[in-house]
């Protein structure tokens, strides 16, 4: 494999890669802002600039410049090296690239944050960005200067609604046209340009045109400094107090890699991130899962129901426990759901089996629209895993609509919130003994004699199988909110009240076991990696 | 006239003979803080006892790894809080020794000049409660009238009497303010004189020479290797002062003498404190001799030093910069250091380790009471029960500092 060094680090390519690609995939940073690894390269922030030593016996190409001399008090002419950007040049085999260790390099950054921050408005203490914010980093690693510009700033528009989900402000922005690629190359819709020139430049929306396709929460993300900002998240929290677990998003069945930040001390979800993760999602994820986050709080169920009142978690298991009682096994049914994690499906499945009960239906959320980026029509994250981990054996709600009509199911316990088709919800009416292990209110919660609250995928440790049949985990965030506990809890809660056993009592055996049902050529995700 | 017991037998004179178990502490007002002495006593003799720290346990050492360096200066204050701007200082040493900078001159010398101050404060506190607990009740008025006046010069450069939280990695929180010098010059005139009237008073009178004189006394060996340091250690002849052996910021330069003591009992450690105030007071008058009265205090690196308020308001630069080192902290280099200074009551260690981040990642503080503290059980075995009060305030033990 050919290599270049870089400040005396030697570092291996792919033909065709560039200095800061290797650099990155080998976990060097070169300091940069405008280059993303899922964009192409603009090269305009200029501060990925390195010095490239000529080849041996090779003159180095020299640039002639004036340099204040501070001991004359006047310019004189010097000569220095012409800097590469990093982001452009192609490595070649056997370079020797100097990156901090170059004078001239680190004088050029110096230069180059200085004339960033040049307009930029005093903005820290109200900006969203803070906190994470490149200029912030990049000052304090490579200018470390007080201001020397001594006149009024340029002014620009600030607040600048550019859709239903961005705020722009120009006079934070740097021009990088990170959002401009994103809207162009990863959503094909070219809606984002920049006009004027110079210290006047910024980014508008196309005319007659707002920022409204699918992913117009990735401009945001890839914004380097405070200038796009979420209107979703803007001003609700301050990045310092959260806090990240690794998750996967289930908005749909792509399963994008994702982090869910939260407040610790709230115990509340604030916005979801995307997770680095080159077999599924790469860098990115579209606008819906992004602020799918919010049914963690929206619409939840919080406590135990009897026909529809609350009651304490005792009184509803003692309830469901003596519905389920000797019920009849070819007249009880279970449904599983593709909302739920493959834990909480495998327990109901064991359940069932403890039961006797012969009868498996699932249920999940109705399709929505997909596109070849990345979402997946079907807006369930679990539909293969629930497949999978029932041996391909759960038939679908319709055909349960069917036996209950037939008079076939008496008894039914049912697993998630949502159904396929809403006009099915009738049929649920006849069901007399009917538990649900509900997370948020829907047509199953309603129809429920008894409603047990599950816990959200944010407050629980959980599998899912996307649509490719690629398992992945995703790490609890928050505390189990309300009286809510995990569906698998529930579960082996009136296993206990029934006096029936289930094959495992830890979550780890019942991980076990729902992998060994699913293994349907699911590698586990590879190590994620991302910011 | 003939005894009185003529006609008895000498054993049923005998008292009982089982030995009489006293617990003085933790909440008793002569313990200086929370310290629990259980002893155990035949008539009036300590035959052995048994000296309990931990009676006052904050965690400070565990508390600094949750917020940045600079975060740790409030904790330190309360170690010793009779001279907190040697804690203060002590710190901020040893941050500086990771991150091997050198503050300004005129830092060098505003430290020296507060930390003596703070020195004279606490030698004051202790003599001055060693003569009240002996009934002197004079001295000590007019000694903490004296250390009130120190801590109005406090006051005025920090804006707080005792906790100053004044010192800061890379220099001080704010230069010396105008009247500085005449304000320090005045005090010290008016205390070394309340000084000479406290020897007139205690030196010659009988009481106070008995009760402390060939009491109390350890051996050079035993406190050398008990850890002792500071004037303790001194009054028992053994010349080590932090500020002569290793000199720091600028002791190399100016002139003083380590007084010691001869005999090692609770009056050697009376006078030590006495003698001690007076180098103080040399080493003061050099220091504002020599201290410039314009020029920088802090050092020149924006990664360490905060940014003026006005910067910060209005300019970007300044607002990150106050960003970074109020939500991250100043980072210190990986690594770890073993800084120590002579604090009043010894050497004052600080042993940090750093990970590279903003946030401590162990603070461990060599406390010279703790140390000294340790040898009370020695110095007291074999005493009147009496003598504890004026053995135990010779070795002026501070609470906050034996915190563990």
Known sequence: MPSFKLDDKEIAFEPGDTIIRAAHRAGVDVPHYCWHPGLSVAANCRMCLVEVMPPPGRPAMMLDVLAWDDLHQTYVPQKKPKLQPACQQAAADGMVIKSQTSEHAVKAR?????????????????????????????????????????????????????????????????????????????????????????????????????????????????????????????????????????????????????????????????????????????????????????????????????????????????????????????????????????????????????????????????????????????????????????????????????????????????????????????????????????????????????????????????????????????????????????????????????????????????????????????????????? | MEPLDQELDAAELELPTEPMLLNVGPAHPAMHGTVRIVMELSGEIIERCDVQVGYLHRGFEKMCERGTWTQVFPYVDRCNYVSPMLNNVGFALAGEKMLGITVPERCQWYRMILGEMARISDHLTCDGAMAMELGAFTPFLWMIKCREMVWEVMEEETGARMTHSFGRIGGMAAPPTDGFKDHVRAVVKHIMQVLDEVERLLLGNRIFLDRLENVGVISAEDAISLGWTGPCLRAAGVPYDVRKAHPYLKYGEVEFDVPVGSTSDSFDRFMVRIAEMRQSARIIEQCLERMPNKGPVNVDDPRIILPPKEEVYSTIEGTIQHFKIVMEGLKLPAGEVYSYTEAGNGELGFYLVSDGSGTPFRVRIRPPCFLVTAGLERVITGQMMADVVPSFGSLNMIGGECDR
């Open chain 1, 110 to 531: 110096s230069a180059v944050q200085e004339l960033l921050l040049l307009n930029h408005p005093v903005d820290c203490p109200i900006c969203d960005q803070a906190g994470e914010c490149r200029l912030q980093d990049y000052w304090l690693e490579h200018q470390a200067s007080k201001k020397r510009m001594k006149d009024e700033p340029v002014h620009k528009p600030k607040g600048v609604v550019f859709g239903p989900t961005i705020v722009y402000d120009a006079e934070r922005c740097i021009m990088c046209t990170r959002c401009v690629r994103v809207s162009a190359e990863l959503a094909k819709d070219p809606v984002l340009s920049m006009r004027e020139r110079g210290n006047l430049n910024e980014i508008t929306v196309a005319p007659g045109r707002q920022l409204d396709h699918a992913y117009t929460l990735m401009t945001e993300y890839v914004c380097p400094v405070g200038a796009l900002t979420s209107s979703d998240f803007r001003f609700k929290a301050r990045v310092w107090f959260l806090r990240s677990a690794r998750s996967t998003c289930v908005g749909c069945a792509t399963g994008c890699s994702s982090f869910t930040d939260f407040d610790p001390r709230s115990q509340k979800v604030y916005r979801y991130r995307p997770r680095e993760n080159a077999a599924v999602n790469k860098y990115w994820m579209c606008d819906d899962g992004m602020l799918d986050y919010q049914r963690i709080h929206q619409g939840r169920v919080l406590e135990a129901r009897i026909k529809g009142e609350g009651v304490s978690d005792g009184v509803a298991l003692e309830k469901a426990a003596e519905l389920l009682k000797g019920a009849a096994p070819q007249k009880t049914a279970v449904v599983l759901s593709a909302e739920h994690s493959n834990e909480d499906n495998q327990a109901l499945l064991d359940f069932a089996k403890a039961l006797g009960a012969l009868q498996i239906y699932y249920t999940g959320r109705p399709q929505g629209q997909g596109d070849d980026i990345l979402r997946s029509a079907d807006k369930n994250p679990n539909t293969a895993g629930v497949l999978a981990v029932s041996g391909g054996k759960a038939k679908p709600f319709t055909d349960l609509v069917g036996a209950i009509k037939d008079g076939k199911v008496s008894v039914l316990v049912a697993l998630g919130s949502a159904i396929g088709n809403p006009n099915d919800a009738g049929a649920l009416k006849d069901v007399k003994a009917f538990v649900a292990l509900s997370t948020h209110d829907g047509p199953i919660a309603d129809h429920a004699a008894v409603v047990l609250p599950a816990s959200s995928w944010a407050e629980a440790d959980g599998t899912f199988v996307n649509r490719t049949g690629l398992r992945q985990e995703s790490d609890r965030a928050i505390n189990p909110q309300g009286q809510s506990r995990p569906a698998y809890r529930w579960v082996q809660e009136l296993a206990k009240l029934l006096s029936l056993s289930l094959p495992w009592k830890k979550v780890s055996e019942l991980r076990a076991a729902s992998a060994a049902e699913a293994p349907a050529a699911t590698p586990s995700a590879p190590p994620p990696g991302g910011e």
